[in-house]
């Protein structure tokens, strides 16, 4: 049988996960488990390019672990890992720096618009974080990366540094492809920034009912429907991206067809988004408050998944030493 493609993709421990994580990252990741040999990450490193708290740090990560597995990653079949815990994170990361020229990292957009939203915290992690993504991916030889529409910037940078790599040292690394979700780009309760704990305009994932309500029943929808009777435009509006992630295709359409036939006002429309998303939220925050009564479960997850990725980053390290003729002197 061949061997299943493998898959990595991350999520930083910043806090507690939104539907725009859920959306855009986990539900992408959930059925690529089936055909994928998966490994994702919770990439704290990368956590640490803002401003953080080193108190919070330890309980981010075990959150995010929960999040993770109440949404549905299977530490059956894929690892589930934290990132800092296998160093050949940042010794790849190293020997890519050597090979990355400073011109394409600064071409990435990302790096333009945290050095603006914090000219106080302009720092080389902050510069450089896109080559340690390069190396949390190619580490595990990942062939598919799962990935949000910003972050396709960053993948074509990974694909270059594999291309350079692999002609200056000999094919090492797979290129690996963006795999974009089916739902597009979940944007904030305000409908124009990304959904963004640092903008305050999220959804989370363990809301009850009432707070979601609450702050849905505001959210921005197409700004151009002024009245009940005026039709609208769904596909200007971010309650009908939700709508895609969360709703059975009949409601989708339904509300599509009555949002443009102004047969129903956006209130309507959010009543029935909301029954969906407690259909789908419901049965995961059961689960997380389950994980968050057993954290020796979680911690046993977590280190399972250390030891199997450590075991495929020892590999990779092997061969890229030798690539770059240092092995001689990793051979104890
Ligand atoms: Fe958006 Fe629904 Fe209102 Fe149409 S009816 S503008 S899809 S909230």
Redesign the pocket.
């Given at each position: 049988m061949a061997e299943k493609k493998r898959v990595f993709s991350g999520i930083q421990p910043s806090g507690r996960l939104h539907i725009g994580n859920y959306l855009g990252a986990i539900c992408n990741w959930l059925p690529m488990q089936d055909d994928h040999f998966c490994i994702y990450g919770i990439v704290d490193y990368h956590a640490m390019t803002v401003h953080f708290n080193p108190e919070e740090m330890e309980q981010c990560i075990f959150n995010a672990a929960i999040d993770y597995l109440a949404a549905g990653i299977d530490p059956e079949r894929s690892i589930l890992m934290v990132q800092s815990t296998v160093s050949e994170h940042t010794e790849l990361a190293w020997v890519l720096n050597t090979i990355t020229p400073i011109g394409w990292l600064s071409r990435v957009p990302t790096f333009k618009e945290k050095r603006q939203a914090n000219p106080d915290y302009v720092h080389m992690g902050l510069f450089d974080y896109p080559v340690l993504m390069a190396a949390d991916i190619v580490l595990y030889k990942a062939e598919v990366v799962p990935v949000g529409d910003d972050q396709v910037p960053h993948l074509e940078l990974t694909r270059e540094i594999v291309r350079k790599f692999n002609s200056m040292f000999g094919p090492t690394f797979p290129e690996p492809k963006a795999k974009l979700g089916d739902v597009p780009r979940v944007l904030g309760l305000d409908g124009v920034n990304k959904m963004s704990k640092s903008l305050d305009n999220c959804l989370y994932l363990d809301e009850t009912r009432e707070e979601l309500w609450k702050k849905l029943s505001t959210a921005v929808?197409?700004t151009k429907?002024k009245r009940r009777t005026d039709p609208?435009d769904?596909l200007v509006?971010n309650?009908?991206t939700m709508h895609k992630g969360f709703s059975p295709d009949k409601d989708v359409e339904y509300?599509?067809r009555e949002?443009r036939a102004a047969g129903?006002?956006?209130i309507d429309?959010?009543k029935i988004l909301l029954e969906n998303m407690i259909q789908a939220l419901g049965p995961l925050q059961e689960r997380q408050k389950d994980l968050r009564s057993k954290p020796a479960v979680v911690y046993d997850i977590l280190k399972n998944g250390h030891d199997r990725a450590k075991k495929i980053a020892i590999e990779t390290m092997r061969e890229v030493y030798e690539r770059i003729g240092i092995s001689k002197y990793h051979k104890h």
């Open positions: 929808t197409d429907r609208g769904p509006c309650i009908y509300c599509a949002c129903i006002g956006c429309c959010k």
